[in-house]
C-alpha cells in the first residue's frame, strides 16, 4: 500500500501551512546559548540607534536645526531598538488549530 507515504507527505505538507513544523534552529529561531541571544539583542538595540541617529544628524546638518531633529531621531531609534528587543523575547503567538 501506499497510502502511507501520501499520508506522511500530506501531513508535513499541512504543518507546514500551519506552522506547526519544528524549527532546526531551536525554539522561536533563537541563536542557541546565552552569547547569541545577548548579541543578537545588542545588535537590535545599537543598529536601531545608529540609524536613528544618522537620519537626526543628517536631517539637521541639511536643514540647520541642530539639535532638534538628533534629539527626535535619537528618542525615536532609541524605542526601535527597545522594540526589537521586546520583539525578539515575545513573538506574536501563532494561531490555534482546531
Do not use: H
Amino acid at each position: 500500500m501506499n497510502s502511507q507515504p501520501d499520508f506522511d507527505a500530506r501531513l508535513k505538507q499541512a504543518r507546514a501551512q500551519s506552522g506547526l513544523e519544528q524549527d532546526p534552529k531551536g525554539s522561536k529561531g533563537l541563536p542557541k546559548g546565552p552569547w547569541g541571544i545577548g548579541f543578537r539583542a545588542g545588535v537590535e538595540v545599537v543598529s536601531a540607534l545608529v540609524v536613528g541617529v544618522g537620519i537626526g544628524w543628517a536631517l539637521d546638518r541639511w536643514l540647520g536645526t541642530w539639535p532638534w531633529l538628533f534629539l527626535v531621531f535619537f528618542v525615536m531609534g532609541s524605542a526601535a531598538g527597545v522594540l526589537n528587543v521586546y520583539r525578539l523575547f515575545n513573538p506574536r503567538s501563532r494561531p490555534t488549530v482546531k
